[in-house]
C-alpha cells in the first residue's frame, strides 16, 4: 500500500490561530480601559495624609491645585477667574452637589482657603482628598 496515497492517519500539524487573536485583543481592550481609570487627573500632587480617611464615591467634579498655584478642574487647566464658572457648569444636573478637592500639601493655606470659598460661593459640598497614613 503506498503511503502517500491519500492516507488519513497523520495528524494535523497546523495550529489555528484565530481563537488566541480573538482572546489577545479581548485582553488589550480589557487592559485598556482598566488602566484609563488608574490615573484620572494626570498632575502630580502630594496630598497630605490623614489617619482618618472614607472612600468617595466618583464625584463628577474635581478640581485641582499645585504648588505653582495651577488650577485645574476635572483635569483641565483652568484660571482662578474661570473656575466659579466652570464648577457650576459641572454641578448642573447633579444629585450631589459635591465637589472633591486635591490640594498639594505644599500650597499656602490662603490659596487653599481662597479655593474653598470659591467651592463654597458655589453652594457645594467640599470632599478633601487625602492620603491615608499608613
Wanted: proline residues 2%; aromatic residues 4%; hydrophobic residues 45%.
Amino acid at each position: 500500500m503506498d503511503h502517500n496515497s491519500g492516507d488519513d492517519d497523520e495528524p494535523i500539524a497546523a495550529i489555528n490561530f484565530i481563537p488566541m487573536i480573538d482572546i489577545s485583543l479581548v485582553l488589550l481592550i480589557i487592559f485598556m480601559v482598566a488602566t484609563t481609570f488608574v490615573n484620572v487627573t494626570g498632575i502630580d500632587l502630594k496630598l497630605p495624609k490623614a489617619s482618618t480617611s472614607k472612600s468617595a464615591e466618583a464625584k463628577t467634579v474635581s478640581v485641582q491645585l499645585n504648588v505653582q498655584k495651577d488650577l485645574y478642574l476635572n483635569g483641565e487647566k483652568t484660571t482662578w477667574e474661570a473656575i466659579k464658572g466652570g464648577i457650576e457648569g459641572k454641578l448642573v444636573g447633579t444629585k450631589d452637589r459635591a465637589v472633591v478637592i486635591n490640594i498639594d500639601r505644599g500650597v499656602d493655606y490662603g490659596s487653599a482657603v481662597k479655593l474653598m470659598d470659591i467651592v463654597n460661593q458655589c453652594n457645594a459640598a467640599i470632599v478633601l482628598a487625602t492620603e491615608v497614613d499608613k
